[in-house]
C-alpha cells in the first residue's frame, strides 16, 4: 500500500477519534496529525514521504558538495604553488566523487542521529528514543523490524512518553493505532499484498 493510503487511514483514526470522545477542534486537529505520522512511521525504513519531509533533501547536500568542490578545485588550480595545487584538486574532485554517495537514507540516518543527541541534550526519552528509531530504520531493509511486533512495541512506547508531554487527549491511543492501521494494510490478509510483513520477527514467518 503506497503512504497516501497509509495517511489516509491513519487520519480516519485520529478523525474518529477526536469525534467519538467529543473533542475540540485543535484536538481533533492535532489527533489527526498525529494519526497521519504514526500510520506512516513504519515506511521510515525506505526514505520515502515522511522520511523526505523530517530530514534535508540528499540531493541539497549532493550539490553543496559539488559545488564545493568545483570552487575547491578553481581555488587550488588559480592559486596553488606546485604540488598544493595537484592537492586541491585532487581533493576537490574525491569531493564530488562522494556527493554521489549521498542518499536520503543517509541523511535520515543523520537526523535520527541529530535527534539522539537533542534528546539527550533536554533531557527529553522520547525525543532520544524517537531519534534512535529515526536511525535504526535509516539502516534497516523495507519491512523488517519497523513492521514487526517489535517496532510496535518500541513505538508505543515512544508514544506513550510522548503522551505524558503533551496535553492532547487520546494521542497515544491514536499513535498506537495509526501504527498498527499501517501494519495490517500490509499483511497478506489484503488481495494486493502478496509479500506480507515479518510480524514476527526475528522469526522471519510472513503475514
Known amino acids: ?94 569531493v564530488i566523487i562522494l556527493s554521489k554517495m549521498v542518499s536520503q537514507k543517509m541523511m535520515l540516518l543523520l537526523t535520527g542521529l541529530g535527534a539522539v543527541s537533542l534528546g539527550i541534550m533536554l533531557s527529553t526519552l522520547w525525543i532520544t528514543l524517537s531519534g534512535t528509531y529515526v536511525a535504526a530504520a535509516s539502516l534497516l531493509p523495507h519491512r523488517s523490524y519497523t513492521h514487526s511486533l517489535i517496532g510496535l512495541s518500541f513505538f508505543s512506547y515512544i508514544a506513550h512518553l510522548f503522551s505524558l508531554s503533551v496535553p492532547v487527549e487520546n494521542i497515544f491511543i491514536v499513535c498506537v493505532l495509526g501504527y498498527i ?15 506480507g510483513i515479518p510480524l514476527l520477527l526475528p522469526f522471519p514467518l510472513k503475514f
Open 1 to 94: 500500500m503506497n503512504g497516501i493510503s497509509h495517511a489516509t487511514i491513519g487520519s480516519g483514526i485520529g478523525l474518529a477519534v477526536g469525534i467519538f470522545s467529543s473533542a475540540d477542534y485543535v484536538t481533533i486537529g492535532s489527533l489527526t496529525l498525529a494519526g497521519v505520522v504514526a500510520a506512516l512511521v513504519p515506511d521510515l525504513d525506505t526514505g520515502g514521504n515522511l522520511a523526505k519531509k523530517i530530514s534535508f533533501s540528499h540531493k541539497l547536500l549532493q550539490n553543496v558538495m559539488i559545488l564545493t568542490g568545483i570552487i575547491m578545485m578553481i581555488y587550488s588550480w588559480v592559486n596553488g604553488i606546485g604540488i598544493e595545487k595537484l592537492i586541491g584538486v585532487g581533493i576537490g574532485f574525491t
Open 181 to 195: 492501521s499501517h501494519l495490517i494494510a500490509d499483511m497478506k490478509l489484503i488481495p494486493t499484498n502478496k509479500r
